[in-house]
């Protein structure tokens, strides 16, 4: 039996979830999320969720702790919302944002002007001293991880000095360089 496909998910105050036709829905004060499922049956009763999938086959296991991810994702997402925070670290290096159209200057010879979803709400944080901040907030975890990814792509952090953007708490292992 999967370990995170027969955990419960409990629905929050404020929050709808319907079932229909292979598409689950969720409702809530952030917005709305839907996701199509196929191989489990999702049972709605009282404030909780609970998924069964139709057989022992490999690929109704690995969709039975998958679905159950999604959906509780979905559930925390349009409650509470999901943000990711990157940190530029590096002489020179900024962020600002105009609306929708963050603007990075990473070391390159031009700035790199990206046009952010409009369902994400972005945020930049430049204190003097402290390496800028840019904060991705929204209620998709999966476009808010790939947004992310994409901005941590444009200069992901190298390991000798550690400059690049890379997500406030991560770590990054460090090799010595060369010994004179």
Same mark, same amino acid.
């Given at each position: 039996?999967?370990?995170?496909?027969?955990?419960?998910?409990?629905? &929050?105050?404020?929050?709808?979830?319907?079932?229909?036709?292979?598409?689950?829905?969720?409702?809530?004060?952030?917005?709305?999320?839907?996701?199509?499922?196929?191989?489990?049956?999702?049972?709605?009763?009282?404030?909780? #969720?609970?998924?069964?999938?139709?057989?022992? @086959?490999?690929?109704?296991?690995?969709?039975?702790?998958? =679905?159950?991810?999604?959906?509780?994702?979905?559930?925390?997402?349009?409650?509470?919302?999901?943000?990711?925070?990157?940190?530029?670290?590096?002489?020179?290096?900024?962020?600002?944002?105009?609306?929708?159209?963050?603007?990075?200057?990473?070391?390159?010879?031009?700035?790199?002007?990206?046009? #952010?979803? &409009?369902?994400?709400?972005?945020?930049?944080?430049?204190?003097?001293?402290?390496? &800028? !901040?840019?904060?991705?907030?929204?209620?998709?975890?999966?476009?808010?991880?790939?947004?992310?990814? @994409?901005?941590?792509?444009?200069?992901? &952090?190298?390991? =000798?000095?550690?400059?690049?953007?890379?997500?406030?708490?991560?770590? !990054?292992?460090? @090799?010595?360089?060369?010994?004179?």
């Amino acid at each position: 039996m999967s370990r995170i496909g027969k955990n419960p998910i409990s629905i &929050p105050e404020g929050v709808t979830v319907e079932v229909k036709d292979n598409v689950v829905t969720a409702k809530g004060k952030l917005g709305e999320l839907t996701q199509e499922f196929s191989g489990v049956d999702i049972k709605v009763e009282d404030a909780t #969720i609970t998924l069964e999938r139709h057989s022992e @086959k490999k690929e109704h296991k690995s969709k039975h702790g998958l =679905y159950r991810a999604l959906i509780a994702n979905m559930i925390e997402g349009v409650s509470k919302g999901w943000t990711k925070e990157l940190e530029l670290v590096g002489v020179g290096y900024r962020a600002s944002n105009q609306g929708q159209k963050l603007d990075l200057a990473l070391g390159f010879s031009h700035n790199i002007i990206m046009d #952010i979803a &409009p369902e994400i709400k972005i945020e930049t944080v430049s204190e003097k001293g402290k390496n &800028p !901040i840019v904060k991705l907030t929204s209620h998709d975890k999966q476009l808010v991880g790939q947004v992310a990814a @994409k901005i941590r792509g444009f200069r992901k &952090p190298e390991p =000798y000095k550690g400059k690049g953007v890379k997500f406030v708490g991560e770590e !990054i292992r460090r @090799k010595a360089g060369k010994s004179a």
